[in-house]
């Protein structure tokens, strides 16, 4: 085939390529969706052109026409951040509309199934422990129970202390990620403490936020309580709850079991245990 040949049958596609670079150049968009397949067709025809030795004129302007259009076609037009916004604001709401009838589905068995189980508690409340377990009601009667005389201004203080401490501990784990996640360890283990709560029930402790349920040991296995060294050596099977403090309070249980509990006031803990 001649050059001659060869450019009047494929000019008019060039040109119509030309158009779409201009229009994408002034930042609007192809509505034809021609520009991919426009483009691949250019690209054979600078392969021929160059496999035939054809002018360079020729092979130079089907060159400038394959790199602008490879730079148009797979370049980034939009910006990460702007691309974030654009999917917050329009591509997640389209795909929540396109799914629509599966989100409604998901969100009746999610809020359904709560509501189901609320009405089920309400009418019969013998049906609790089944959802909360007979440890986290015992520990709720305590924490909320109406012979507890509690003041509005102790539940705003306990409302910000809890705020306060969770900003906190969130705001040391994002810095500390920064340094390949050994700053976020060492703020968690800054973060961990010993929650001891002595109620009528008995004994309820826990490390937070290593352990998210507390360990309860009842009022009647309690047999003893003596104050130790917290470098007392232990022995195998013992429990050992400890952050920091030199001093632990020993107990003993009808059970056998042996607990360990590291405390800055042992005194104050082995009264309590002991009334």
Known sequence: MKQQTFEAERSERWQRFEQLLEILDRGAHDTTGEFPSLFRQLCQDLSLARDRMFTEDLVTRLNRLALKGHEHLYASRVPPRSAVLEFAARGFPRAVRQE????????????????????????????????????????????????????P??????????????VSIAFRMFAGGLLVGIGSLI????????????????????????????RHVPAEELRGADIQSARLRVRRGWRIYAVKGAKAVQLRTTTGHQMLIGTQEPDLLAAALLR
């Open 100 to 151: 629509g009838p599966l989100v409604l589905a998901l969100s009746g068995l999610f809020f359904g199934s709560l509501g189901l189980c609320a009405a089920a508690v309400v009418t019969w409340p013998e049906l609790a422990p089944s959802f909360l377990g007979s440890d986290s009601l015992t520990q709720l009667r305590e924490m909320y129970g109406e012979d507890l005389a509690r003041r």
């Open 187 to 214: 703020a968690l283990l800054y973060a961990a403490r010993l929650e001891i709560e002595v109620r009528t029930a008995g004994l309820f402790v826990r490390i937070a936020p290593f352990q998210r349920k507390f």
């Open 153 to 166: 201004s102790d539940d705003l203080q306990m409302f910000g202390f809890y705020i306060w401490n969770n």
